[in-house]
T-cell receptor
Framework: DAGVIQSPRHEVTEMGQEVTLRCKPISGHDYLFWYRQTMMRGLELLIY????????DSGMPEDRFSAKMPNASFSTLKIQPSEPRDSAVYFC??????????FGPGTRLTVL | AQSVTQLDSHVSVSEGTPVLLRCNYS??????LFWYVQHPNKGLQLLLKYTSAATLVKGINGFEAEFKKSETSFHLTKPSAHMSDAAEYFC??????????FGGGTRVLVKP
C-alpha cells in the first residue's frame, strides 16, 4: 500500500485565493483526519470523518475552512479566501482502528 | 478534558548514550497513549502505543515507554541513541472518542 497520499506537497498562493488540499486515505480505512501544524500552535485536529461522514469539526478555525469526503477514497480541505495566517503544514491521517492513525507526508502551505 | 505535557522542548544526547523523553498527561478517562516521531519534512510515524495492556510497551527502532498511572507519566526511552534518531517526538493521548491530543513535541539532537 502506498500509504496516505496528499497533494500538492507544497502550495504557494496569494492572500485571497482559494486553496484546495487533497487526501487519499489508505484503502479500507474508515476514519480520516485533517490536522494543521504550526510553530506557534503545534499539531491541531481540524476535523475528522468516519465512513465519509464528518463527526467532529470543532477544530475548524472559521467559516473560511471547509472539508468534504465525497467517497471512501478521497477528501478535500478547502480554504476560501486564504490568509497569511493560514500558512502551515496540513496533514491528513487515516485509520481503521482510531487508536492507530497513519499520517500522510503533509502539504506545506504558504500564503503570501 | 485531556492534556499532554512534554517536559523538554529540546533534548541533546551523544550517539550511543541513553535517551529519555518525558511526558505527563491528564485525562478524565483511562487513556490510550502513543508516541509518534516526525523526521524533518516528513509525516508522523507511530513509534509505540499503550492501550491498557502491559505497562511497559516496546516500539520500533529500540524505543520503549512505561505507563505509570500513579505518576500520570508515559516517558519514552532508548538505551543507545543513533544518529537516525534525530527528529521531533510527540506524546499523544486519546481518551473518549477518537480525538488525539498532541503534546508540544520534543526535538532530539544526536551528537556524534
Amino acid at each position: 500500500d502506498a500509504g496516505v497520499i496528499q497533494s500538492p506537497r507544497h502550495e504557494v498562493t496569494e492572500m485571497g485565493q482559494e486553496v484546495t488540499l487533497r487526501c487519499k486515505p489508505i484503502s479500507g480505512h474508515d476514519y480520516l483526519f485533517w490536522y494543521r501544524q504550526t510553530m506557534m500552535r503545534g499539531l491541531e485536529l481540524l476535523i475528522y470523518f468516519n465512513n465519509n461522514v464528518p463527526i467532529d469539526d470543532s477544530g475548524m478555525p472559521e467559516d473560511r475552512f471547509s472539508a468534504k469526503m465525497p467517497n471512501a477514497s478521497f477528501s478535500t480541505l478547502k480554504i476560501q479566501p486564504s490568509e497569511p495566517r493560514d500558512s502551515a503544514v496540513y496533514f491528513c491521517a487515516s485509520s481503521f482502528d482510531p487508536n492507530e492513525q497513519f499520517f500522510g507526508p503533509g502539504t506545506r502551505l504558504t500564503v503570501l | 478534558a485531556q492534556s499532554v505535557t512534554q517536559l523538554d522542548s529540546h533534548v541533546s544526547v551523544s550517539e550511543g548514550t541513553p535517551v529519555l523523553l518525558r511526558c505527563n498527561y491528564s485525562s478524565s478517562y483511562s487513556p490510550s497513549l502513543f508516541w509518534y516521531v516526525q523526521h524533518p519534512n516528513k509525516g508522523l510515524q507511530l513509534l509505540l502505543k499503550y492501550t491498557s495492556a502491559a505497562t511497559l510497551v516496546k516500539g520500533i527502532n529500540g524505543f520503549e515507554a512505561e505507563f505509570k498511572k500513579s505518576e500520570t507519566s508515559f516517558h519514552l526511552t532508548k538505551p543507545s541513541a543513533h544518529m537516525s534518531d534525530a527528529a521531533e517526538y510527540f506524546c499523544v493521548v486519546q481518551a473518549a472518542g477518537n480525538k488525539l491530543t498532541f503534546g508540544g513535541g520534543t526535538r532530539v539532537l544526536v551528537k556524534p
